[in-house]
């Protein structure tokens, strides 16, 4: 395992240690006591680490049921269904949050839409915890069908072209350096 992921591992490890059991954080992860303190005071129902799954219909599902579509492993989730809110975060141990990708949260938001019919609305957190850099995002109920059916699309998208082995080049914040697709092969390359 790269040293990075490893950290990454025991940033996880440990704050899902403190929100289940309240085990205090290491002394070399209490500088993000704050984070995890504000996941701590979220009134309503907590997931940590909780597996969820959704079918292609949007409707909720086991993580290995036969028919599931997509499946999600939410880092905290808590569930406000009295006030129809809930809140999902996203620890990153990473050192930059450039790169950032929301669609995580946008998944886990229609994950949640499906399994707490009460909830209208989801406050999603990326937490890039050494550099303290949030994102964050708000979904709302009123989206699930036109999200839903985004996804649908980018998915089906992805099974066709691994069907037909024909990948077409698409612009990242990947492009340089990390691709290893030669200029001369793909318009995005520099």
Not at 37 to 48: F, H, K, N, Q, Y
Not at 95 to 105: E, N, R
Not at 146 to 164: Q, Y
Request: glycine residues 6%; aromatic residues 12%.
């Amino acid at each position: 395992m790269h040293a990075s992921n490893a950290y990454g591992d025991a940033v996880h490890k440990a704050i899902e240690a403190y929100l289940k059991f309240n085990t205090p954080l290491p002394e070399e992860f209490k500088k993000f006591q704050k984070w995890v303190d504000v996941a701590a005071s979220l009134p309503g129902e907590r997931l940590i680490e909780a597996k969820m799954g959704l079918t292609k219909e949007g409707k909720i599902c086991g993580f290995f049921d036969k028919d599931v579509w997509w499946r999600g492993l939410p880092d905290f989730v808590a569930v406000n269904e009295a006030k129809g809110i809930a809140r999902i975060i996203d620890w990153k141990a990473g050192k930059s949050s450039k790169y950032a990708d929301t669609d995580q949260l946008e998944l886990l938001a229609l994950a949640v839409f499906a399994k707490y019919p009460k909830v209208n609305k989801v406050k999603g957190l990326l937490a890039f915890l050494v550099v303290d850099q949030p994102i964050d995002r708000t979904y709302y109920r009123k989206d699930f069908a036109v999200t839903l059916s985004k996804w649908i699309g980018r998915i089906d998208a992805i099974r066709a072209a691994e069907e037909h082995d024909v990948w077409n080049p698409t612009a990242s914040g990947l492009c340089n350096p990390w691709c290893p697709v030669k200029p001369e092969h793909c318009e995005f390359k520099e």
